[in-house]
Structure formats: structure tokens, C-alpha cells
């Protein structure tokens, strides 16, 4: 969850991290909460940031008051649009 209002979430303080792609979703019938996927090449690197201080810093800066729920997926398949 969110402290402060959700409105003024943005992907500026992720654009540092090395993940190649980042998406930002917001629950639709529960706007303080947010899910961010992260899409890495390196599942190691991946786990580092999950346990790093940046990730706290960030989470901090954003006004995260909860601990995160972290997984690691693998994509079994990807379609077109």
C-alpha cells in the first residue's frame, strides 16, 4: 500500500535500474495499490535488486508502507496483438 495519494506514483525514480522493461499497473478497484513488473535477461540479477537497499530506498521515496510481495515468474509464452 500506498501512503500519500496514488496519482503521483510515476516510473522516474525506476528508470536508474537496470531492468530492461518496467510496467506500471494500478488496481482498478483499489487505487492505493500498485503492481510493477519488472522484465529481466538475469534472473540473479533480478533476485540481487528484490533483496537490495535500492529497492528500499525506492520503496521508501515512493511511499510504500507495506512490505512488497516479490515473486519470480518464467514466461511460457508470449502472443502478438
Known sequence: MLSGSPTTISMQPLEKLVAPK????????????????FEW?????A???????DLV?????????DKP???FL???ERTSA
Request: glycine share 4%.
Open 22 to 37: 518496467k510496467h506500471l499497473f494500478r488496481n482498478a478497484d483499489n487505487p492505493n495499490e500498485l503492481i510493477i513488473l
Open 41 to 45: 535477461d538475469d534472473l540473479g540479477k
Open 47 to 53: 533476485r540481487s535488486f528484490a533483496q537490495s537497499e
Open 57 to 65: 530506498k525506492i520503496m521508501q521515496k515512493a511511499g510504500v508502507s
Open 69 to 71: 510481495d516479490i515473486y
Open 74 to 76: 518464467d514466461e511460457i
